[in-house]
């Protein structure tokens, strides 16, 4: 008995393993939508580009069979002709662009995409990085747990010898020949004493709060904001393995560690001219802003006078070439013309803005670290002295498809460091005149040398 | 009547009196905080309303999303370009003949500071106040934005090319043209003009200089057959006597003379110390006169006398015959005997310079040089002074040529006649006559306002170009920035007016062609260094300089010219005489757009924003030094001149002789810029003789008091220290600090300077080595824990200040406020006491009453190593590094001023206002420094605040700020040696004061390498150096070296 129950259970549990592995999961379905959809989808799902947003494609479709979905995504445009009527209404809002058709797909796909909407659509911003101090060593919601049983404890404990106190002052009234008094719980709560505790506690913990939340003020940890080139650390950095400061070559000479110019970007892309995601659809935009032309692979040299129109005819004939080619089309047919016009439109989106009228000129990035201008940091001391790694403070840069502000980049969090790093103090002549640092260690009266121990600490350090 | 210890600092301080004990107590004056003058009428609602407004900005600030901040990288990044790394590029400073040659150092592409070029041989790395403000001059609000024709004032856009058509037009009508220019030292230029001249025969240039030295040239002409300037040899002269001239101010080449002069007086060890003597003859206290040995007091119009009177005591101790002169005073006289006897005794070794401008004086004083045996030999004619080629005789007749309508197109090129001339007014009736006139003024001044037409020229940092300050040293100027509005180089026009062919019009910089061609030709073939003109070019680029060797050339004394006491300036029988000079700052008028020069206290007279009539003191006899006539600082009075009436506000000056008044030139400035509406326009007083302008007036009506100036900006007493007072009631000297300065913490009498003659230097050091001795003895009564170990790991910064090579120039001050974003605060402010500089230059005088010696003492934040701010910050804000620096959070200051009161040398400052605009409020944007005129205040404008270095934070209202040891600088000179795996060095670190100061009186350095050059220059003069108030135990980082005088 005992023994067909543990089976069946262990049954189940193995059941469900084997169906998770086969069931749609949202890293295949993540994979499936940059490859598939992206180009015309809005990855962060919220806001239209070339086709609607995502977010929510379940509920607008709940009312049809599932299959109706599936059979929308392979082939839309037949179902607009069959008269299908969420297809009309879609295309009616959407026409004259088409959706692709993506027959190849399989329902297991799809719902591995759709997983994957729902979840980029869903998730709050998690977080990623490294906290301040105080919050790192805290235990979190555990504690908390604790703490609000201790606090009931005491409360009931509080409440007991509130109990007892009155007990005994009324046999003592008792003894004295007068009569006890009986105290409610709201006179209990609002004697002199009870009201000042809590008016105590209140201004600390909203005192406590204020100054919690006003640090926090102005930081952006976690800032993922969205770039005009979607560039992708993972595929440089990360599969290509092309050094960091390759292109953020001023992170060991200077304070700054430099957003590379378009000039360095085509080191590569002048033979590079296909990305491994995007196609044309991001290369092209380098080209764009530096004036290269890529169909007879040369600079172009009056570009900065060229207008919209002259660049637009370049390069959506190259956009159209390409797509042409890959799809081994003798011309361009309409789903082509679509792709061309949608890149193009990602090139001027990117490219033209207020403070640049035009398309020529540089790729106005978003800026994502952005330090207090009080605070003074300086990549070069931290990248050619210190030996700091980057992904100390960036983080997996070489994982990330689009980059985030991984710390805080919170005065706490960069004091924290300077405590805990040792400084390569043997191998810098210039760290000979601490002679003093030098006896303790040969005499072993000091393990290390921090940062913090040659003024890492100190105010001018960092503000002035 | 002596002072307790020899040192004063004004009339009220000597007098102890009450009045001035109240002023020092000012660390922050808040008289006029309640006034309501129009400016403050901020009412409870007003308060209220901001409040609310506070609160609501707060809320929403808290509320809404941070701001997206774009990066925007270069398309094609240039490989000179790191964005944060500075790059400096070798240039000139010229203004007409004002030159130094730089380091302009650029960030990202904009020009932020200038340091000085140590391989020119002429300036050597020295700067001048003048040169360091280049840079704010380049961002200013005023300068003209395009050509055009010239009405009421402003310019009417028009093309370049419709301007060039115009201009041609005119000039190839043929008639007479003149180029009004001053001192134009530009080799490449000069070939410009002369390919101009060639091509319009009918035209001639017109040169004068805002300060003349026309006597000079015409004398040196008549002595020697050369019309220059030759090069005087301060640093080989024992013996200097200047009759009046100012060389370590404004004199033709001051910081060249100033680096030589000092050369000759630094101590360097106690035992065989020895030094030049200087005597200095002058009636008003020039910044050189301040610095002499032994000032020699005169009325202006006994310079003729004085000269004739040394030159027949020189004659008789050399064998020569005398040749009379008008009657001296007797006290100047006997002076005059004992320096006649030291020049003859250090013959071939003294010189004698002379700054009148009247060329039988200065024949006179080439004679006596000659009798010296001086020439050929402290004045050395083989290598020529360009600095000066102005003649005011050219201009008086081109001012007739022009009322008889013999001009018909006038160029005005770097000069500015209208305002700078004692005849303005004959100038501008005849220049109306001019059919055709044309500025090349970057701003709308006085002239360019009469103009017909403006054709701007780039600013200096914007432009190509080159100079010939001497003989053979030969300069470049190259841009630093592209040209901000739409101006051209006046090269340019001259040369596209001429229709040159030698200009490429089709390049992008077609001047910069000419000039690399003339360059990689003329120039080159004066070197064999380099074979190709293009290597030549390029080296000479890179270092600013290319230094050909002269031609030895000796002259001698022409014997024909004939020397005669009655050319000579004839002493006047009026009551008072008025002297006018060129303040170091200021000049003619030419600075007088630069709120950094502005803002800079005159060195003798301490005051700022406008010129001020020095008046004597006198000594009443008993007790007291009273203002002559009863008068006091900051009263305003009537001066006629000529029958020329000005008010003008008065200063009292220690050492200006009886009898005489003297007031600085470029005040009262008309048009153009911030100077507009400070002080009095004092050209038309000036007097011509001989055709040449007289900086003297011998008869000026002086009225008695009209009136009080109410902003009276005087920073003398701000942030005093050192100061006794006297008890009312018992009459006793008390230590001002204990009984009456508790909030000022001033003390009394206390080891501030120290000095001592030549002769007596010994004593001096024995004395000093018992004061560090019993300074020892009381700091070692210290609850402060030894630190020793602390402070001797790693680096310890200090300074050590030599204030035997100290001058007084102020270059350092204005180097300062270049480097640390130090705001300017405006006149009214600087009244309250409020004057944000880091770096003040204090005035000390010792010796005579009535005819002082000075010492400067540049005064910064002491970085005490037991800090008595430090102690008092309730939110810890100011602190001390392990390195020795006391640093300053300007984020956490609340602004309590605790620091403020409890630092010894009174060298913090507070941020009243919001002075850099870092978020106004609309109460106080009132009283904020605005260019007259302008509707936003200085700081508020973007082009203004490109001048800000990017290093340091701008710092808002309600901090407290001061000397960082330029913490920037220390931050890159470390991480420099770091990145290259060594020690850091001397010239790694340097503070911004240390390389503007043209003397070296400044070194910078790590105390606890004793290889570093500040400790060096320390131990080198032994028990002379010294800490200000060693004994309070406050152990500053700055060492001050003991004054030592030779008289």
């Given amino acids: 008995m005992l023994l067909t129950r543990i089976c069946r259970v262990f049954s189940i549990v193995l059941l469900t393993s084997v169906a998770a592995q086969a069931a749609p999961t949202i890293e295949e379905g993540k994979n499936l939508f940059i490859a598939n959809c992206a180009a015309c989808h809005n990855k962060n799902m919220k806001d239209n580009l070339t086709g609607p947003a995502l977010a929510g494609v379940e509920e607008r479709w709940a009312a049809y069979p599932r299959a109706d979905l599936y059979k929308w995504i392979r082939a839309s445009q037949a179902m607009v002709s069959e008269g299908h009527p969420r297809a009309v209404e879609l295309w009616a809002k959407w026409k004259p662009t088409p959706m692709n058709n993506f027959t190849g797909l399989t329902d297991e796909q799809i719902e591995s995409v759709i997983l994957y909407i729902n979840d980029v659509a869903n998730k709050k911003k998690d977080d990623k990085g490294p906290k301040d101090d105080q919050a790192s060593t805290s235990g979190g919601g555990g504690n908390m747990w604790l703490f609000a049983g201790l606090g009931l404890i005491l409360a009931l404990l509080a409440f007991a010898l509130m109990r007892i106190i009155d007990n005994l002052r009324n046999i003592t009234r008792v003894q004295a020949g007068q009569a006890p008094v009986e105290r409610t719980l709201y006179q209990v709560l609002t004697t002199k004493g009870a009201v000042a505790f809590l008016v105590f506690a209140a201004t600390l913990v909203f005192g406590y709060k204020s100054v919690d939340n006003a640090t926090a003020m102005g930081r952006q940890q976690n800032y993922q904001p969205e770039q005009p080139v979607a560039f992708s650390h993972k595929i440089h950095a990360g599969v290509n393995k092309i050094d960091c400061q390759y292109c953020h070559d001023s992170a060991r000479r200077s304070k700054h560690s430099l957003i590379p110019g378009t000039n360095t970007c085509m080191n590569c892309h002048s033979a590079v001219k296909k990305g491994t995601i995007s196609g044309t659809a991001e290369i092209t935009k380098i080209y764009a802003s530096i004036g290269f032309d890529p169909i007879t692979n040369k600079y172009i040299p009056d570009y900065d006078s060229w207008s919209d129109e002259q660049i637009e005819k370049l390069y959506k004939q190259w956009i159209g070439q390409e797509y042409a080619a890959a799809n081994s089309l003798p011309a361009l047919n309409d789903a082509g013309r679509t792709v061309v016009e949608h890149q193009w439109d990602g090139i001027v989106k990117a490219l033209k803005n207020d403070s640049n009228g035009k398309i020529q000129g540089p790729i106005e990035w978003v800026r994502i670290h952005n330090l207090a201008d009080h605070a003074y940091f300086n990549h070069a001391q931290h990248v050619s002295v210190g030996q700091v790694a980057c992904q100390k403070c960036h983080g997996p840069v070489e994982q990330m498809e689009e980059v985030y502000q991984y710390s805080t980049l919170g005065m706490g969090w960069c004091i924290n460091c300077h405590r805990e790093t040792e400084v390569k103090f043997n191998d810098n002549d210039y760290y000979k005149q601490y002679a003093r640092y030098h006896e303790e260690l040969k005499s072993g009266k000091r393990e290390k040398v921090t940062v913090a121990d040659i003024g890492g600490l100190e105010c001018q350090k960092c503000h002035y | ?1047």
């Avoid at chain 2, 070794?349 to 024949?363: D, F, P, T, Y």
């Avoid at chain 2, 990689?520 to 074979?531: I, N």
């Fill in chain 2, 1 to 1047: 009547m002596h002072h307790d210890n020899g040192i004063w600092v004004s009339t009220e301080d000597l007098n102890r009196e009450q009045s001035f004990l109240q002023s020092a107590e000012k660390e922050f004056s808040v008289e006029n905080m309640t006034e309501t003058d129009g400016q403050w009428a901020a009412s409870r609602r007003d308060f209220l309303k901001l409040m609310g407004f506070g609160l609501g900005a707060a809320t929403l600030a808290a509320s809404c999303e941070i701001p997206v901040k774009r990066a925007i990288p270069f398309v094609t990044k240039p490989d000179a370009i790191v964005p944060g790394v500075a790059n400096y590029f070798a240039s000139s400073f010229v203004n007409g003949g004002d030159y130094c040659s730089v380091l302009v150092k650029t960030r990202e592409g904009r020009p932020i500071k200038i340091e000085g070029n140590s391989l020119s041989s002429v300036t050597s790395g020295g700067t001048s106040a003048r040169a360091q403000a280049l840079v704010l001059s380049l961002y200013d609000t005023r300068r003209i934005s395009s050509a055009g024709t010239v009405e009421n004032g402003s310019v009417k856009k028009l093309s370049w090319s419709d301007l060039d058509n115009k201009v041609k037009g005119q000039l190839q009508l043929g008639g007479n043209i003149r180029i009004i220019s001053n001192t134009n030292i530009s080799p490449t230029a000069k070939k410009a003009l002369a390919e101009f001249t060639a091509k319009y025969p009918n035209t001639r240039v017109v040169t004068y200089d805002p300060v003349s030295s026309a006597a000079l040239l015409a004398a040196n002409e008549a002595c020697f057959g050369v019309r220059g300037i030759p090069s005087y040899k301060f640093g080989a002269a024992d013996v200097v006597l200047s009759f009046g001239a100012d060389f370590l101010g404004t004199w033709i080449s001051p910081v060249e003379f100033a680096r030589d002069y000092a050369s000759k007086r630094k101590i360097k060890s106690v035992n065989n110390a020895s030094m030049s003597r200087h005597y200095q003859v002058e009636s008003h206290v020039s910044l050189t006169g301040s610095n002499a040995d032994t000032r020699v007091q005169i009325k202006p119009s006994e310079m003729g006398a004085a000269i004739c009177a040394l030159y027949n005591e020189v004659a008789a101790l050399t064998g020569g015959a005398g040749i009379g002169g008008p009657a001296l005073n007797d006290k100047a006289k006997a002076s005059l005997k004992k320096a006649a006897s030291d020049l003859v005794a250090a013959r071939g070794k003294s010189l004698v310079v002379c700054g009148s401008n009247n060329v039988m004086e200065q024949m006179i004083v080439n004679k006596i040089n000659d009798l010296l045996g001086n020439i050929n030999s402290t004045i050395d004619f083989s290598v020529l002074n360009n600095l000066r080629q102005g003649d005011e005789r050219d201009m008086a007749r081109l001012i007739g040529e022009m009322n008889a309508g013999q001009v018909a197109l006038a160029i005005v090129w770097g000069a500015n006649p209208a305002y700078e001339l004692p005849n303005a007014d004959q100038f501008k009736a005849a220049f109306a006559k001019v059919n055709t006139r044309i500025s090349f003024s970057g701003v709308m001044d006085e002239t360019t306002a009469l103009c017909s037409h403006a054709a701007p020229a780039h600013h200096q940092l914007e432009s190509w170009g080159d100079a010939e300050p001497k003989t053979g040293h030969y300069s470049l100027i190259q841009p630093t920035i592209a040209p901000l509005f739409d101006t051209r180089q006046a090269e340019h026009s001259l040369l596209e007016w001429a229709e040159s062919a030698n200009l490429n019009r089709q390049d992008d910089q077609p001047y910069y062609q000419y000039l690399k061609s003339h360059w990689a030709t003329d120039l080159k073939a004066k070197q064999s260094k380099y074979s190709t003109g293009a290597a030549f070019w390029d080296m000479s680029l890179h270092d600013g300089v290319f230094e050909a060797a002269p031609a030895p050339r000796a002259v001698s004394f022409n014997s024909g010219a004939a020397l005669n006491a009655s050319g000579v300036s004839q002493p006047g029988s009026g009551a008072v005489e008025i002297s006018f000079y060129e303040t170091v700052n200021i000049g003619n008028g030419q600075y007088a757009h630069n709120p950094w020069l502005q803002e800079m206290p005159d060195p003798v007279n301490r005051t700022v924003w406008g010129n001020y009539l020095s008046i004597p003191v006198e000594w009443d006899g008993n007790t007291k030094m009273n203002g002559w006539m009863g008068l006091n600082d900051g009263d305003n009075v009537e001066v006629e001149v000529g029958g020329k009436k000005l008010t003008c506000t008065v200063v009292r000056t220690f050492g200006q002789t009886p009898g005489t008044v003297a007031i600085a030139l470029g005040g009262g400035r008309e048009t153009g810029g911030c100077g507009v509406g400070y002080g009095v326009n004092v050209n038309p007083w000036l007097p011509m003789d001989g055709g040449m302008i007289q900086y003297f007036a011998k008869d000026a009506k002086v009225s008695e008091k009209v009136g009080v100036d109410k902003h009276f900006a005087c920073v003398q007493h701000h942030h005093t220290m050192g100061l006794a007072a006297k008890d009312e009631k018992s009459g006793n000297t008390i230590n001002a600090d204990e009984q009456v300065l508790a909030y000022q913490g001033s003390l009394t009498d206390r080891s501030v300077i120290f000095q001592a003659n030549l002769k007596e230097l010994p004593k001096l050091a024995e004395k000093l080595a018992e004061f560090h001795h019993e300074a020892d003895h009381l700091n070692q009564q210290t609850l402060y824990p030894d630190q020793a170990d602390y402070f001797g790991t790693g680096v310890k910064w200090g300074m050590y200040i030599d204030l035997n090579s100290c001058i007084g120039c102020g270059a350092c001050q204005v180097a300062c406020v270049s480097e640390n974003n130090v705001p300017v605060v405006g006149k009214n402010e600087v009244a309250r006491h409020h004057e944000m500089t880091w770096l003040r230059i204090d005035r000390y005088f010792y010796g005579d009453l009535e005819n002082p010696k000075v010492v400067y003492q540049p005064m910064m934040c002491q970085h005490c190593d037991n800090a008595p701010c430090e102690n008092v910050c309730p939110v810890n804000a100011t602190n001390h590094s392990m390195e020795g620096i006391n640093q300053m959070a300007y984020n956490r200051c609340i602004g309590t001023r605790y620091c403020a009161n409890n630092c010894p040398y009174k060298v913090r400052r507070f941020n009243w206002l919001d002075y850099t605009t870092a978020d106004i409020w609309p109460a106080n944007e009132e009283r904020l420094f605005r260019v007259d005129g302008d509707d936003i205040p200085f700081y508020a404008d973007n082009l203004v605040r490109m001048v800000l270095n990017p290093d340091v934070t701008v710092r808002s209202r309600g901090v407290i700020e001061k000397c960082s040891f330029c913490i920037q600088r220390i931050q890159e000179g470390k991480l420099t040696a770091k990145r290259e795996n060594r020690a850091v060095l001397d010239n790694d670190v340097r503070s911004a004061c240390q390389t503007a100061c043209p003397t070296g009186a400044i070194v910078f350095g790590n105390l606890n390498n004793p290889e570093s050059a500040v400790v060096k220059a320390a131990e080198g003069v032994g028990d002379l150096a010294y800490q200000v108030l060693e004994e309070i135990n406050v152990r500053p980082g700055v060492k001050y070296s003991a004054k030592i005088y030779n008289s």
